[in-house]
């Protein structure tokens, strides 16, 4: 019985190698033999099944993926990237509460990339990692959604602002509430330059902190369990802040402007 496409595209690694590597765009076979690091005995009877399942051509020495190969492995793509993000981390991400986050932002998941993941430190439960701090100073702006207060933001987004920074800031209801409580000061400070936004969401979320700016990507998630554990993501990979970008461009649409 002639084998699914599925089974052609996935279930060998030097096929699905090579379905990747020409989507670069037509490849000698000393060029993939190169890029691969593998052996004409290796490579050969795979470019075949390839070949069978009319996902590729061959043109002399050269092989070019059919147009039915270009859309299989356009759309396997998000898929891979996707699979490669959870193996990354994935007692991380199982224990993570992903609710909240638009499905046509959560399918492109795999644009995160390669993040990495800091663990609490308990002697300095709430202080921000250098990572975050060394950054965000020399950001030219900064996007954070918070629905988890910390103590410092009120400080940083202020300090930030005056800086010349331009900040825009989504906060849920209680996030609001307690910076206008306890600190009142800050808050009148940070709503009274030029280059800040406030605004309110109702949104209820999995997502307890996103802070993205043109050089990073500052995430937290609740666990399952609707807690706050202190594990935080970090990346500094482009595709990652487009996505993080479009996320925060979601929830500030969704909200109320109060600045």
Same mark, same amino acid.
């Given at each position: 019985?002639?084998?699914?496409?599925?089974?052609?595209?996935? +279930?060998?690694?030097?096929?699905?190698?090579?379905?990747?590597?020409?989507?670069?765009?037509?490849?000698?076979?000393?060029?993939?033999?190169?890029?691969?690091?593998?052996?004409?005995?290796?490579?050969?009877?795979?470019?075949?099944?390839?070949?069978?399942? $009319?996902?590729?051509?061959?043109?002399?020495?050269?092989?070019?993926?059919?147009?039915?190969?270009?859309?299989? @492995?356009? +759309?396997?793509?998000?898929?891979?990237?996707?699979?490669?993000?959870?193996?990354?981390?994935?007692?991380?991400?199982?224990?993570?509460?992903?609710?909240?986050?638009?499905?046509?932002?959560?399918?492109?998941?795999?644009?995160?990339?390669?993040?990495?993941?800091?663990?609490?430190?308990?002697?300095?439960?709430?202080?921000?990692?250098?990572?975050?701090?060394?950054?965000?100073?020399?950001?030219?702006?900064?996007?954070?959604?918070?629905?988890?207060?910390?103590?410092?933001?009120?400080?940083?987004?202020?300090?930030?602002?005056?800086?010349?920074?331009?900040?825009?800031? @989504?906060?849920?209801?209680?996030?609001?509430?307690?910076?206008?409580? /306890?600190?009142?000061?800050?808050?009148?400070?940070?709503?009274?330059? /030029?280059?800040?936004?406030?605004?309110?969401? /109702?949104?209820?979320?999995?997502?307890?902190?996103?802070?993205?700016?043109?050089?990073?990507?500052?995430?937290?998630?609740?666990?399952?369990? $609707?807690?706050? /554990?202190?594990?935080?993501?970090?990346?500094?990979?482009?595709?990652?802040?487009?996505?993080?970008?479009?996320?925060?461009?979601?929830?500030?649409?969704?909200?109320?402007?109060?600045?």
């Amino acid at each position: 019985m002639k084998a699914s496409l599925v089974d052609i595209i996935l +279930n060998s690694e030097k096929r699905k190698n090579v379905l990747l590597l020409l989507m670069e765009g037509e490849k000698s076979r000393d060029e993939i033999k190169t890029s691969l690091n593998v052996t004409s005995t290796a490579l050969i009877p795979q470019i075949k099944k390839l070949k069978e399942h $009319g996902l590729v051509i061959q043109n002399g020495d050269h092989y070019i993926l059919t147009n039915m190969g270009k859309v299989l @492995v356009a +759309n396997m793509l998000p898929l891979l990237n996707a699979v490669e993000v959870f193996e990354e981390n994935r007692n991380y991400w199982l224990d993570r509460d992903l609710n909240g986050i638009p499905e046509s932002i959560l399918k492109r998941f795999g644009e995160l990339g390669n993040c990495i993941i800091i663990e609490p430190d308990l002697n300095y439960l709430f202080e921000f990692p250098k990572e975050f701090t060394e950054n965000i100073q020399k950001s030219d702006y900064v996007m954070a959604f918070n629905a988890y207060f910390h103590p410092e933001y009120p400080a940083l987004y202020s300090n930030l602002a005056e800086k010349g920074i331009h900040v825009s800031l @989504v906060t849920t209801n209680a996030v609001h509430e307690r910076m206008k409580n /306890d600190y009142a000061e800050e808050i009148k400070k940070f709503i009274g330059y /030029d280059n800040t936004e406030l605004f309110i969401s /109702d949104e209820m979320t999995g997502l307890a902190t996103l802070v993205t700016t043109d050089r990073f990507l500052f995430l937290c998630f609740f666990n399952n369990q $609707g807690q706050y /554990d202190h594990t935080i993501l970090m990346s500094f990979d482009s595709n990652a802040l487009q996505w993080s970008k479009e996320l925060f461009t979601y929830f500030r649409e969704e909200a109320q402007d109060v600045s």
